[in-house]
Structures are given as C-alpha cells and as structure tokens.
Nanobody
C-alpha cells in the first residue's frame, strides 16, 4: 500500500488549499478513505472520511462546513478541499485507507499571516 499526499503549503488565514492523495497497492474503490492531521505537540486526529461505494462523508466537528472530502476512483485519488482556513488548521495532513496499517509522508499545511 502506498499513499502519496500533496498540495500542502503556506496560505493566509481565510485562504484555500486542495490536498490530494494518490493511492496504489490495493483496490482503491473498495475501501473507505480518511484524512487525518497532526499539529506540533498534539496527537493525530481524524478530519474527514469518505465511504467506498456510497461516497458517504463524515467530518470532525472542527471542520464546521469548511472542508470537503471527495474521491475519484478512476484516478485512485482522494481529495480534501479546505476553505476558510484558520491558523489552528496548521498541521501535517495524512490520508489513510481504512483497513490498512499504512501512512504516507503527509503534506504540511501552514496557515499564517
């Protein structure tokens, strides 16, 4: 299983980023996918999840309607569109395939003026 996150960067408060996670080594369309994040000195926390077939989505309370998780099964890629970013969203963001104990290298998101 290989997960390669990209799309992070430095953005001002209120800005937007779109994260991508390219997946390989498993039948992507069969598995739910998640985005997690880990800020310095804090535990890794769940941000969002998307189901496999139905594409049902769930979000952490702190998302407050600002983020959207989506997937393209043909491209074996999961996305996280993040809008109205806040400084407290600063973290390394990771994708995760539910059922596999694997993590990618993550992508750094920094929200700062």
């Amino acid at each position: 299983v290989q997960l390669v996150e990209s799309g992070g960067g430095l953005v001002h408060p209120g800005g937007s980023l779109r994260l991508s996670c390219a997946c390989s080594g498993f039948t992507f369309s069969r598995y739910a996918m998640r985005w997690y994040r880990q800020a310095p000195g804090k535990e890794r926390e769940l941000v969002a999840q998307i189901g496999n077939a139905s594409g049902r989505t769930n979000y952490a309370d702190f998302v407050e309607g600002r983020f959207t998780i989506s997937r393209d099964n043909a491209k074996r890629t999961v996305y996280l569109q993040m809008n109205s970013l806040k400084p407290e969203d600063t973290a390394v963001y990771y994708c995760f395939a539910v059922g596999f104990p694997s993590w990618g290298q993550g992508t750094q998101v920094t929200v700062s003026s």
